[in-house]
């Protein structure tokens, strides 16, 4: 009687053809971009189903093909990883130009010499402009950190400050949301989540606002900010770009950031291996999905130049920081 | 005449001293000692886990317990009311089938139950308990090899039915309490995420659709536990076994733990008395089980 009372759970079975019916209905069930993405998945598994082969397969080619069929989704947050591989789908960057190269600013425009802590870097650079390089979101950012750090700005009557996220492929919303905390001064929309409800396509949950508060205690920044991008700012940092793009006196400069706006989810199938999805859209406080990444703002799209580049020329960065002079020359107006 | 009142006078107040005797013996008499029975046992046995918030796939270990147990006679009524007050710490180990993921659960649960008695004439040696109970639960399953989603919290408020059976015999000269208890939840309110919602989301403040409400259909549990209690002297040698079966589903999400587990543990019966008040060795001793 306790048995028969216990709620179905869809039984997996393994073998080649067990582990990729579950492999295809896990992402069916709790993938979020089917529509933006613009993926017929039934067709997808037809297709990709075809291609197993029980009599000859080695695991290896079985691995291809899953990871294959997950790169349908054209979507940087899916992963299919085993003890030997992970699956990735690289296009959403390795199809653009890089625009970004640490070494250059590190040697013309840091010298060599610049404070760091975690993934923090800074510098006060010659002409009174702050340089603050977030390397990733993955690990947390310190309050110590940003405080000297604003503080060191401050100190130095630094009108503006640049923010490099180039190369910066996410991480945790955590760190995100401290980092944006000492940009505002009121309590602030800065986006909307939404998650699947149920397995079908469209079951999606009312979008959620939410709000971060200022940094109060800890030192923040209120004047403008020139954020710098690639197409490999990512995911999390994709969501820094895109919640400071709404605020006031922020520019964004470079390329089209990475996008990753959905939040992953993860899984395995019974062979063990794991499976990593997005699942919940994140929105910006406009409403719109930056899945597709968050464009510079309008007249401030810039590419590395590689033959400036050979000189000792970062032409985004030298743009934003041109940028940033012309709003030091205002601020020094006001 | 004088002397005949004064000698109804003397015969009244040896009428109301005997009385008056009689009604105090009557009292402490009605005033039994109900001694408290503490049970301490460990459990140890298998865990069958699921959980399609964190995997769609079932995972099997062991289970691990640590329970307390004590039960008294009611004093407005110790023949026919037992409470009964039950904490239990238990701890899951449990492996995906492929083994390179292992999922742990850590939960804790106090419940208290109100039971009725019934002695049954024609077998003396058997007592019959029903009532309900109420239980709290707490904890979660952790499967940390999930990024975003690497955990499921376990919360649940829950009110049910429980009944049990004692039966005292002796095996050759060792008296023996064996003893079957089931009970199950029938309402209450438990926590759940829904299908596909992150914590980050909760955190962000997003707490509409965690909590709901449970019966039966939604929310099964039958916890089993037969009980020996071997009397040795002044201490209770108590081995037993102990079967689990929970299935929730909410949301989409579906949970599942079945467990077996022996039970191995000692129990004492013990009394308070006052130092002022001594011990009356008239008074009747009302166990709630033995």
Known sequence: MAMSSCHKVEEYHGGLYGNFDALWKIVDEHYCFFDEKNVDWNEARERYRAMLDPEGMETTEFFNVCGAMLSELQDGHVNLSSSFNTSYYRKWWSDYRQNFDLRLVQEYYLDFDYSQSGPLSYKVLNDSIGYMRVSTMASGITHGALDVSILEFADADCPVIVIDVRDNGGGMMTTTQTLVERFINTRTLVGYISHKTGPGHNEFSEPYPFYYDPATGHMRWLRPVVIVTNRSTFSAANSFVSIMRLLPNVRIVGDTTGGGSGMPFSSEIPCGWAVRMSACPVYDAEMNLTEHGVDPSPGCRVNLDPELALQGKDTILEFALALASDWRSWYKKQ | ?290
């Open chain 2, 1 to 290: 005449m004088r002397n005949a009142i004064i000698a109804i006078l003397l015969m009244l107040a040896s009428v109301h001293a005997a009385l008056a005797s009689e009604c105090v013996d009557s009292v402490e008499m009605t005033k039994p000692y109900r001694p408290v029975l503490s049970a301490y046992t460990a459990g140890l046995g298998s865990a069958h886990v699921c959980n399609t918030y964190l995997t769609p796939l079932h995972y099997s270990g062991w289970s691990a317990t640590l329970n307390y147990e004590r039960m008294q006679a009611m004093g407005f009524d110790p023949e026919r009311w037992v409470m009964q007050l039950g904490l239990q710490a238990k701890f899951d180990d449990a492996h995906n089938p492929a083994r390179n993921a292992t999922m742990w659960g850590i939960e804790a649960e106090l419940s208290w139950a109100m039971l009725r008695r019934h002695r049954i004439n024609s077998c003396p040696r058997l007592q019959l308990y029903w009532g309900g109970f109420t239980a709290a639960r707490g904890g979660t399953l952790l499967l940390m090899r999930n990024g975003n989603n690497p955990a499921q919290a376990i919360g649940a408020w829950s009110m049910g039915a429980e009944v049990a059976a004692a039966y005292n015999l002796k095996i050759k000269r060792l008296p023996v309490t064996l003893r079957y208890q089931a009970r199950m939840p029938l309402a209450g309110v438990f926590f759940s995420p829904d299908y596909g919602e992150l914590y980050y989301e909760i955190f962000l403040g997003n707490h509409s659709g965690l909590v709901h409400a449970a019966w039966p259909g939604n929310y099964f549990r039958l916890d089993n536990l037969a009980t020996a209690d071997l009397h040795l002297g002044n201490t209770v040698l108590r081995l037993g076994y102990a079967c689990d079966v929970f299935s929730s589903k909410v949301s989409g999400i579906v949970s599942r733990n079945i467990a077996h587990r022996f039970v191995l543990g000692v129990a004492v019966e013990w009394l308070t008395i006052g130092r002022s008040r001594g011990i009356d060795p008239h008074a009747r001793i009302i166990s709630a089980m033995y």
